[in-house]
């Protein structure tokens, strides 16, 4: 049987930035910890990144017409092709990651909250591209602004604010969200 499981992947693993130090806690505060760090996490911080992976394909059935946003055409029970949404969704496989949104800051983007979203890290972000960015090794959606000053990213909800990359601050846009899967129900 082969083991698919460990050896080298880049970039995988802990960061190098900073030294870690094992420490020991009593048994039954363990729970308690562990709530008082979730609750230490920023409200945008993105925390449940999942690399694609294409194994499965189902088809759909396709409908040839288009649907209005009235009552549909008894005609329309008519199904030409299928679709496979891995061909869809995905352009590169490889690079495609799907991150879980964990803030309202892209409300006005239409992205909600435990909103999937669809990253692929291969394509080069511009200018208005919804990324997610890591910023002080925290990952966060935003839609890229690049101006004269630089680049910037730009909150879709006034309530929260545009992040302005300060000098020495450590920033990537690690990828570019390509589609947002919700549910409606």
Not at 44 to 52: K, L, P
Not at 60 to 67: N, Q, S
Not at 165 to 182: A, D, L, M
């Amino acid at each position: 049987m082969n083991n698919t499981h460990g050896g080298f992947r880049a970039r995988a693993g802990r960061k190098k930035s900073e030294e870690t130090k094992v420490i020991r806690v009593p048994e039954s505060k363990i729970l308690d910890i562990k709530e008082y760090l979730k609750s230490l996490k920023k409200e945008n911080e993105i925390t449940d990144i999942r690399q694609f992976d294409p194994v499965t394909k189902i088809e759909i059935p396709l409908a040839t017409e288009r649907v209005q946003a009235g009552f549909p055409s008894p005609a329309q029970d008519y199904v030409d092709k299928k679709l496979d949404l891995n061909d869809f969704l995905i352009n590169n496989a490889n690079a495609t990651f799907i991150v879980r949104a964990n803030s309202l800051s892209m409300l006005n983007a239409g992205i909600d909250i435990n909103d999937a979203l669809i990253v692929d890290r291969s394509i080069e972000a511009q200018h208005r591209d919804i990324v997610i960015a890591c910023v002080d090794n925290e990952f966060t959606v935003k839609r890229l602004i690049i101006d004269t000053k630089g680049c910037w990213l730009k909150a879709e909800n006034e309530g929260y604010p545009d992040i302005h990359p300060q000098e020495g601050q450590q920033f990537e846009i690690w990828g570019v969200v390509t589609n947002v899967i919700k549910k409606f129900r």
